[in-house]
């Protein structure tokens, strides 16, 4: 299953701001954790904010998580950045009117995609945000600087 960056750099971002909840956290800064272009982080921003899991700070407020960390899980994160169609996911080919097996074999296949995802979406469902800030070292959190 292919999942678009946009997943993960939401769910990078959603820990920084849990994790230095006492700061102000900028696209810039979350870019230059992950090493990707601040528009990338900001399209993030905007899916986050748009599914209530982040609160953008104003001027200079400091952005916030829209609940707290240890009520937004990665499925959470899932469906602010991505889509939760099976059909989607796994990119099917388009099915073929000529080949007698062709129809079916789709259909077999959506239904084995489809269980496959309410797995996965299950599999999301049972770690949250919390969890991996809590799984990052103390010595290790040191916010990145900007030059």
Not at 54 to 83: H, M, N, Q
Not at 120 to 128: E, G, I, R, V
């Amino acid at each position: 299953m292919r999942s678009d960056s946009l997943y993960t750099v939401g769910i990078h971002t959603l820990v920084l701001i849990g994790l230095y909840d006492d700061q102000r956290v900028t696209s810039q800064i979350v870019a230059r954790s992950i090493g990707c272009n601040p528009v990338i982080v900001r399209n993030a921003f905007t899916k986050l904010t748009s599914a209530g899991l982040l609160v953008p700070g104003k001027g200079l407020k400091r952005t916030t998580l829209g609940r707290p960390a240890c009520e937004i899980t990665l499925y959470d994160v899932f469906c602010a950045t991505e889509s939760d169609d099976a059909e989607r996911m796994f990119k099917m080919y388009p099915v073929n009117a000529c080949c007698p097996i062709a129809g079916d074999l789709h259909n077999a296949m959506s239904a084995a995609f489809e269980d496959a995802k309410e797995s996965m979406m299950s599999a999301l469902s049972k770690t949250t945000i919390a969890d991996l800030i809590d799984g990052i070292p103390p010595e290790k959190r040191i916010l990145p600087e900007l030059d």
